[in-house]
């Protein structure tokens, strides 16, 4: 009988510890890739030997392989997605990973010299993850950069970034919908304020 309640015992204990296991294995592996990204980036940045150009290209390619950009435009857009006809929603997302790109094009000269490292790692609702950073610029000041990321078709994606507590997607979500709301919910003055950035 002592047998039995012991082998119970341990199966229980197995059930309830495999999922933990699971997800401790899965924020390792979310804060990996976030360290992995940060540190591409951070070398991309201060590398010297390449030209604008080539910073812009090394860039979209850490865009597309870490941030899932339809979904974050998506959030951004907010209520205004369900209204959006499909035709337009495929316009606006392309508007918006260029306004992304052109973003970060025209600060370049701001970067170059800056460490980049994890601290902590947390859940996020099912199946998400915050993955919490600190940005050490050259001049000593560190900036805390929050990544929420999740698994979308088994590679973690990026849909939000929260710098020293300002959510970048709700941030622009205001934006957009403050234009919105200005051409009488017309969505095409902001694909083509998007555009021409």
Known sequence: MKYIKLSYIIVFLALYLI???????????????????????IEMLS?????????????????????????????????????????????????????????????????????????NVREDGKRGFIVSSLIETPSGTKVKVDWRLKKINNSFRIYDVVIEG?????????EFSSIIQ??????????NRLKNF
Do not use: C
């Open 47 to 119: 590398d010297k030997k390449l030209s604008k150009k080539q910073k812009i290209s090394e860039f979209e390619k850490l865009l597309d392989l870490g941030f899932e950009v339809p979904l974050i435009a998506r959030y951004a857009l907010g209520k205004h997605w369900r209204k959006t006809p499909k035709d337009q929603r495929e316009k606006y997302v392309d508007a918006f990973r260029s306004f992304i790109v052109d973003s970060y094009a025209s600060r370049l000269g701001q970067f170059g010299g800056e460490k980049f490292y994890t601290n």
């Open 166 to 174: 300002i959510s970048m997607v709700i941030t622009q979500r205001d």
């Open 19 to 41: 999922p933990n296991a699971s997800i401790s294995a899965e924020q390792d592996e979310a804060e990996s890739f976030i360290q992995e990204l940060g540190n591409n980036a």
């Open 182 to 191: 200005r051409s009488g919910g017309d969505i095409e003055p902001l694909i």
